[in-house]
């Protein structure tokens, strides 16, 4: 079985500028979370989707917004980025987000904001 | 409200030594715990969880954990480090709310020959 995969790998941009991040979860798998990863926060959850409806949402500001398709793949989008938005993005996806699912992530997307 | 502490952001220890990772957790409900492991440039991945049930759980590449409810621990341990052991470790709880894991900082494991 495919594992979770993210796209692009590695993005830089500029501040002020918007980007959007890409998850394509394992087959069969319909929950979608994501975190950001920074050296000084270490792993933050940013929002989770099931069924194409967000169901629990992390304490971030409304700048970053995510969706989930039919299909389960899932968007993450962060507007005017600013440069604390530079971290590592990671996706995880389960089958159904019950509290002992196994969480599994994609190798992340490298976002450098200049 | 859940929260998870790992003591010492840098454990060294000589190949075939003991790894032992701390780690301390905090929820308002009978706690789901995780520790995972990532690598450089890579995600996360899980190395074992508690649920239910015994409290001493064993996961993939010879590491286990002991969940401990009155010392609010669940600290891995591995008797025996290998070289491809080092990395970056971390302990994770889900506690009420469903879908929402919250991680330690994470533990730098150095793994000396």
């Known amino acids: 079985k495919a594992g979770v995969t993210q796209t692009p790998r590695y993005l830089i941009k500029t501040r002020g500028q918007q980007v959007t991040l890409s998850c394509s979860p394992i087959s069969g798998h319909r929950s979608v979370s994501w975190y950001q990863q920074t050296p000084g926060q270490g792993l933050q959850f940013l929002f989770e989707y099931f069924s194409e409806t967000q169901r629990n949402k992390g304490n971030f500001p409304g700048r970053f917004s995510g969706r989930q398709f039919s299909n389960s793949r899932s968007e993450m989008n962060v507007s005017t980025l600013e440069l604390g938005d530079s971290a590592l993005y990671l996706c995880?996806?389960?089958?159904?987000?019950?509290?002992?699912?196994?969480?599994?992530f994609g190798p992340g997307t490298r976002l450098t904001v200049l | 409200a859940q929260s998870v502490t790992q003591l010492g952001s840098h454990v060294s220890v000589s190949e075939g030594a003991l790894v032992l990772l701390r780690c301390n957790y905090s929820?308002?409900?009978?706690?789901?715990l995780f520790w995972y492991v990532q690598y450089p440039n890579q995600g996360l991945q899980l190395l074992l969880k508690y649920t239910t049930g015994a409290t001493l759980v064993k996961g993939i590449n010879g590491f286990e954990a002991e969940f401990k409810k009155s010392e609010t621990s669940f600290h891995l341990t591995k008797p025996s480090a290998h070289m491809s052991d080092a990395a970056e470790y971390f302990c994770a709880v889900t506690g009420g709310n469903a879908g929402k894991s919250t991680f330690g900082d994470g533990t730098t494991l150095t793994v000396k020959p």
């Open positions: 929820s308002s409900v009978p706690p789901y």
């Open positions: 995880a996806s389960s089958q159904d987000r019950g509290r002992g699912d196994t969480q599994y």
